[in-house]
């Protein structure tokens, strides 16, 4: 499942730049009343969704091998990984519960009015919620290494530095 963990990095990107054009068309069309906007932006809501899943998957499975990796390694970055996971767990039930939400409205005809103007602050929080999950992410790779090769090297790194010390 190694194989799962080195996509991470690459399919992760997918549901940032898709979620976070989402929250733009979204208050865009919401704000200017354009429904094309709108229709646009349901459909990267979708795709974004949908990526999110993939990129939670695999960064499961990530967390597993860098888990697995460095289980002797006392500065193992577990307590960043936990926030990490945290957040990418609430970005992801959040939009999905937007979709779910903006799907039954908009199959109700009942996407009209107030109840759009409750997406935007719901998007921006959504926002917020993308930038700290990829901030954890970011202190992951370049603070501690994890998921490179560096990473990856560090405990037999480090029995070596053992064996030369002997």
Do not use: C
Not at 9 to 14: E, K, Q, R, S, T
Not at 116 to 129: M, V
Not at 132 to 150: I, P, R
Request: aromatic share 14%.
């Amino acid at each position: 499942m190694e194989f799962l963990a080195d996509l991470h990095p690459i399919v992760v990107h997918f549901p940032i730049a898709i979620l976070t054009l989402y929250v733009f068309i979204e208050i865009f069309g919401i704000s200017m009343n354009k429904e094309f906007l709108m229709k646009m932006a349901h459909l990267l809501l979708f795709i974004g969704i949908v990526t999110a899943i993939g990129a939670v998957l695999t960064g499961n499975q990530a967390a597993e091998v860098a888990d697995q990796v460095n289980k002797s390694n006392l500065n193992y970055p577990n307590e960043i990984i936990e926030d990490h996971e945290t957040y990418a767990s609430i970005t992801l039930w959040l939009f999905a519960g937007l979709l779910v939400l903006r799907t039954y409205l908009v199959l109700k005809k009942k996407f009209i009015g107030i109840l759009r103007y409750i997406f935007i602050p719901l998007t921006i929080i959504g926002l917020y919620f993308i930038y700290e999950t990829g901030n954890y992410g970011g202190k992951l790779v370049f603070d501690y290494g994890v998921g490179t090769e560096l990473f990856k090297n560090t405990e037999s790194s480090t029995d070596s530095l053992k064996q030369i010390n002997k």
